[in-house]
């Protein structure tokens, strides 16, 4: 389990800094402010996540067998898709029904937070 998420918080670290560069050089200029703004977020909880799964990857070591870590890390993948996924999509193509999908990212990173804590608080 440590291995997974180690490489899924490398692979997402990365994928926060071509889209942050991206949207600093490519979209700048081209999206509404208001927009820009909504990119900006999407790409900012993108890259706080992906250090997230890094966490859960690192705790991972110390508990190998436990639900709630294993639980945090794909909660947090789903959140990295669902939150920053709908508005990255929101922010190019300006479909504002995107937006309906972005709660369920954000409670989906709420949880993982909560699963990660009470994985911790259970080390003994």
Not at 4 to 9: A, D, R, S
Not at 71 to 97: D, E, P
């Amino acid at each position: 389990m440590p291995r997974v998420f180690l490489l899924l918080g490398a692979i997402n670290g990365t994928l926060a800094v071509l889209l942050g560069a991206f949207g600093a050089h490519a979209l700048r200029g081209h999206l509404p402010p208001g927009m820009m703004e909504v990119y900006h977020t999407a790409n900012q909880y993108h890259f706080y996540h992906a250090l997230g799964l890094l966490a859960v990857g690192m705790a991972a070591f110390q508990m190998p067998d436990s639900a709630a870590l294993r639980w945090s890390g794909w909660l947090m993948l789903a959140g990295i898709v669902l939150f920053s996924g709908s508005l990255y999509a929101l922010s190019v193509s300006g479909m504002r029904w995107l937006g309906i999908i972005t709660p369920f990212g954000g409670t989906a990173f709420i949880i993982a937070w909560l699963l990660l804590a009470m994985a911790v608080w259970r080390i003994s």
